[in-house]
């Protein structure tokens, strides 16, 4: 047995004498000598602290704050007589909590609800559900904000009813419910605006912008976008105008004006950094990284999706964490690091069914069968596509149709059932034109020339290729620029314009290469070598 040293025997005989003559005091004895304790470390730091503030008021941070759990268990300790003290200092601690991001923030606001009564006691249950989202709890942040809609909904306060309401709707939209989500925000919205609260109003006019977005009303979501910002800026809101202006830029890019995307990005991150929205700010980040990554700049691309995943983790926003670590696997595959994409996917999936998120698992799933066609496991891809596809058909995110369908249209091309990736494809144009997503378009138009080609449809396949790289030109989608360059010049070995084919590889090759897109490069060189042998020509590219 260890030696124990003099001064840890000392220590230990004074805790426990010191534990003993506390359980010795009579209880009134020992709430008094919790009551003493409470007032003099309050005095200590400073005297008692201002009451929290009101709903919808600005927190002012007080020298208790750090030990205000402390002070509220002196008072629980001390007895009824303190219990106005107990609440006041459990709200700072919650408060303090949620200022540094502390991950058992959601137990302080649920101990004051316990404590609470009508409204105060609903506030305290959304605050809960709130803290129980941003820690990815997505079931029992729901039962929550559900409860203290009823807590509000007795005590007739129809705007802390908006609010509970607002952020049930929140927690819809973020685990793919987006009927449920689109329904429930219209009537905070109304409910807002009724009862004069025109930045909650704002607010969630800006969520149902992005609800139009994935569900491919673009036109719908601009308008809804331009009354939320106006909204905001009639308030002098920065946090509002930070999310509304990353959210066009996010509309803006996908629709291939990426000039005036980055100029927003660049807004949003101002006004959210002024307004000290953490969370939101790592949200833009990875949006404004996606930017990037269709781009072709992945350096760029890779250093804000870091940059991200550092705020997401920092937070405990582990939705977005995982959102990021599915775009960071699109990377990987892109820049040929196969051996660290798959992984990464799969850890992006099981991070959304931690959290409940349907949307971000069919996410991950897609681009995870995207990279599954470009390693030829085509079984894997076609179950994990046609997985995604029942979940953005039943919350009518044709966006993500559209994606999924064009994934099984080049499995059904590549096992050379060219009738039915026909149809595939077709489907799939029909989901990208009606969401506006052009870069898609575009990519689903190279699909088909392919197709056509493969096929011996050779008018069909130029016209195709044709339109495909007007499209990537007009969107600046240089990957799928590069990547229908190079099967174009297929199609002019195909016609024996072997000159034609030679201009057309070379073009494609360079793009790509510029981009250092290894994955796309292979496999566009192993379909050009079998070509070539076909047509019994030299390789097209000079380093083979």
Same mark, same amino acid.
């Given at each position: 047995?260890?030696?124990?040293?003099?001064?840890?025997?000392?220590?230990?005989?004074?805790?426990?004498?010191?534990?003993?003559?506390?359980?010795?005091?009579?209880?009134?004895?020992?709430?008094?000598?919790?009551?003493?304790?409470?007032?003099?470390?309050?005095?200590?730091?400073?005297?008692?602290?201002?009451?929290?503030?009101?709903?919808?008021?600005?927190?002012?941070?007080?020298?208790?704050?750090?030990?205000?759990?402390?002070?509220?268990?002196?008072?629980?300790?001390?007895?009824?007589?303190?219990?106005?003290?107990?609440?006041?200092?459990?709200?700072?601690?919650?408060?303090?909590?949620?200022?540094?991001?502390?991950?058992?923030?959601?137990?302080?606001?649920?101990?004051?609800?316990?404590?609470?009564?009508?409204?105060?006691?609903?506030?305290?249950?959304?605050?809960?559900?709130?803290?129980?989202?941003?820690?990815?709890?997505?079931?029992?942040?729901?039962?929550?904000?559900?409860?203290?809609?009823?807590?509000?909904?007795?005590?007739?306060?129809?705007?802390?009813?908006?609010?509970?309401?607002?952020?049930?709707?929140?927690?819809?939209?973020?685990?793919?419910?987006?009927?449920?989500?689109?329904?429930?925000?219209?009537?905070?919205?109304?409910?807002?605006?009724?009862?004069?609260?025109?930045?909650?109003?704002?607010?969630?006019?800006?969520?149902?912008?992005?609800?139009y977005h994935a569900t491919g009303r673009h036109t719908l979501a601009v308008q809804t976008l331009e009354q939320s910002l106006a909204i905001h800026r009639e308030l002098g809101n920065a946090n509002g105008e930070g999310v509304d202006f990353g959210?066009?830029?996010?509309?803006?890019?996908?629709?291939?004006?990426?000039?005036?995307?980055?100029?927003?990005?660049?807004?949003?991150?101002?006004?959210?950094?002024?307004?000290?929205?953490?969370?939101?700010?790592?949200?833009?980040?990875?949006?404004?990284?996606?930017?990037?990554?269709?781009?072709?700049?992945?350096?760029? #691309? !890779?250093?804000?999706?870091?940059? =991200? @995943? +550092?705020?997401? /983790?920092?937070?405990? *926003?582990? $939705?977005? %964490?995982?959102? &990021?670590?599915?775009?960071l696997a699109i990377l990987y595959q892109y820049t040929g690091r196969t051996e660290l994409a798959e992984p990464t996917y799969l850890k992006a999936i099981a991070g959304n069914?931690?959290?409940?998120?349907?949307?971000?698992?069919?996410?991950?799933?897609?681009?995870?069968?995207?990279?599954?066609?470009?390693?030829?496991?085509?079984?894997? #891809? !076609?179950?994990?596509?046609?997985? =995604? @596809? +029942?979940?953005? /058909?039943?919350?009518? *995110?044709? $966006?993500? %149709?559209?994606? &999924?369908?064009?994934?099984?249209?080049?499995?059904?091309?590549?096992?050379?059932?060219?009738?039915?990736?026909?149809?595939?494809?077709?489907?799939?144009?029909?989901?990208?034109?009606?969401?506006?997503?052009?870069?898609?378009?575009?990519?689903?138009?190279?699909?088909?020339?392919?197709?056509?080609?493969?096929?011996?449809?050779?008018?069909?396949?130029?016209?195709?290729?044709?339109? =495909?790289? +007007?499209?990537?030109?007009?969107?600046?989608?240089? $990957?799928? %620029?590069?990547?229908?360059?190079?099967?174009?010049?297929?199609?002019?070995?195909?016609?024996?314009?072997?000159?034609?084919?030679?201009?057309?590889?070379?073009?494609?090759?360079?793009?790509?290469?510029?981009?250092?897109?290894?994955?796309?490069?292979?496999?566009?060189?192993?379909?050009?070598?079998?070509?070539?042998?076909?047509?019994?020509?030299?390789?097209?590219?000079?380093?083979?």
């Amino acid at each position: 047995m260890p030696q124990l040293s003099a001064e840890h025997a000392y220590l230990f005989r004074h805790a426990l004498l010191r534990d003993a003559a506390y359980d010795l005091q009579l209880p009134a004895d020992r709430s008094r000598l919790h009551e003493l304790a409470f007032h003099l470390i309050e005095a200590a730091f400073g005297g008692r602290a201002p009451d929290p503030p009101p709903p919808d008021g600005r927190f002012v941070p007080h020298a208790t704050d750090d030990i205000a759990l402390e002070l509220c268990r002196h008072a629980q300790a001390a007895g009824e007589h303190l219990v106005d003290s107990r609440r006041m200092y459990l709200h700072r601690a919650a408060f303090h909590a949620r200022r540094n991001w502390h991950k058992d923030e959601h137990l302080k606001w649920r101990e004051l609800a316990e404590i609470s009564v009508g409204g105060k006691r609903g506030e305290a249950l959304r605050r809960m559900s709130a803290a129980l989202a941003r820690s990815g709890q997505t079931a029992l942040a729901e039962e929550a904000a559900l409860e203290a809609m009823t807590e509000q909904q007795k005590a007739g306060d129809r705007r802390l009813y908006g609010w509970a309401m607002g952020d049930l709707a929140v927690l819809y939209m973020d685990t793919g419910r987006y009927e449920l989500a689109e329904k429930t925000m219209a009537e905070t919205a109304s409910i807002c605006g009724e009862a004069g609260d025109r930045r909650t109003q704002g607010e969630m006019l800006g969520n149902l912008a992005g609800i139009y977005h994935a569900t491919g009303r673009h036109t719908l979501a601009v308008q809804t976008l331009e009354q939320s910002l106006a909204i905001h800026r009639e308030l002098g809101n920065a946090n509002g105008e930070g999310v509304d202006f990353g959210r066009l830029a996010l509309l803006k890019d996908q629709t291939g004006q990426h000039e005036e995307a980055a100029g927003l990005y660049e807004q949003a991150i101002i006004r959210l950094r002024a307004a000290g929205n953490r969370k939101m700010e790592g949200c833009t980040l990875g949006n404004w990284g996606n930017a990037f990554l269709v781009t072709g700049q992945y350096e760029r #691309a !890779e250093q804000l999706y870091r940059q =991200a @995943l +550092e705020i997401h /983790r920092e937070v405990g *926003n582990k $939705r977005f %964490e995982s959102m &990021v670590l599915g775009n960071l696997a699109i990377l990987y595959q892109y820049t040929g690091r196969t051996e660290l994409a798959e992984p990464t996917y799969l850890k992006a999936i099981a991070g959304n069914q931690e959290l409940g998120d349907a949307h971000g698992v069919a996410s991950a799933r897609g681009n995870l069968a995207v990279l599954y066609t470009q390693t030829e496991n085509l079984d894997g #891809a !076609e179950r994990a596509a046609t997985s =995604a @596809l +029942e979940h953005y /058909r039943v919350s009518r *995110n044709r $966006r993500g %149709e559209g994606h &999924v369908l064009q994934i099984l249209a080049e499995v059904q091309s590549q096992k050379h059932n060219y009738a039915e990736a026909e149809q595939l494809y077709n489907l799939a144009m029909a989901a990208h034109r009606e969401a506006d997503h052009r870069r898609a378009i575009g990519s689903t138009l190279t699909g088909l020339a392919w197709l056509y080609l493969k096929s011996g449809r050779h008018d069909e396949s130029l016209k195709a290729f044709t339109e =495909a790289i +007007e499209v990537a030109v007009a969107v600046k989608d240089r $990957r799928g %620029e590069g990547t229908a360059n190079c099967r174009f010049a297929l199609l002019y070995l195909a016609l024996a314009d072997v000159q034609s084919a030679r201009d057309r590889w070379q073009r494609g090759e360079s793009i790509l290469k510029e981009l250092g897109d290894t994955l796309a490069i292979t496999e566009v060189t192993e379909e050009m070598r079998r070509s070539c042998e076909t047509a019994r020509v030299a390789p097209l590219n000079s380093d083979t």
